[in-house]
């Protein structure tokens, strides 16, 4: 199991059992197979990076709140499926950024969580967030999809 998918644990799990009457608003769709998100790359001049399949393969997308804070308690938050992520990455592209390739990931609070896909196999998605996509001048947040899953359990409190 990958750190990743670790981290995706936990926080389902402290979510489960920390805050049961919240976590039963929660509705993950199942994870995608190997095959299932290759089918979504065929064709296109980029990849998915290791974290990103991992981050499918565990859950494709859910309505909900994924995070919670600390308190337990949630805001407005949509983890996007891997089908509407690169739509949505391929709208902004035609819009805002042509030639670069996106995935939208995550939408807390009216921010948008996104990674620029490489067109070479890489481990690691680098995390870029803001309200509005601003391309042109946005560097990540965090170097990794990890390092952002890191960062939001580290404010969850266990007993």
Same mark, same amino acid.
């Given at each position: 199991m990958s750190r990743l998918t670790e981290l995706l644990n936990q926080i389902e799990h402290w979510a489960s059992e920390y805050n049961p009457e919240e976590y039963h608003k929660i509705d993950m769709a199942s994870g995608l197979t190997i095959e299932q998100i290759q089918a979504y790359l065929v064709g296109k001049p980029y990849q998915l990076p290791t974290e990103i399949v991992d981050l499918y393969q565990w859950h494709n997308g859910g309505n909900g709140? #994924?995070? =919670?804070? =600390?308190?337990? #308690?949630y805001n407005e938050q949509e983890f996007l499926s891997l089908g509407i992520g690169l739509g949505t990455g391929e709208d902004w592209e035609q819009e805002y950024c042509p030639g670069k390739h996106l995935l939208c990931l995550f939408a807390l609070e009216g921010n948008y969580y996104w990674t620029v896909l490489p067109e070479t196999p890489q481990e690691f998605a680098p995390i870029y967030s803001s309200d509005e996509p601003d391309f042109a001048t946005a560097t990540p947040g965090y170097p990794s999809l990890t390092a952002f899953l890191e960062k939001e359990i580290s404010q969850l409190k266990f007993a």
């Open positions: 709140s #994924l995070f =919670p804070y =600390p308190d337990g #308690l």
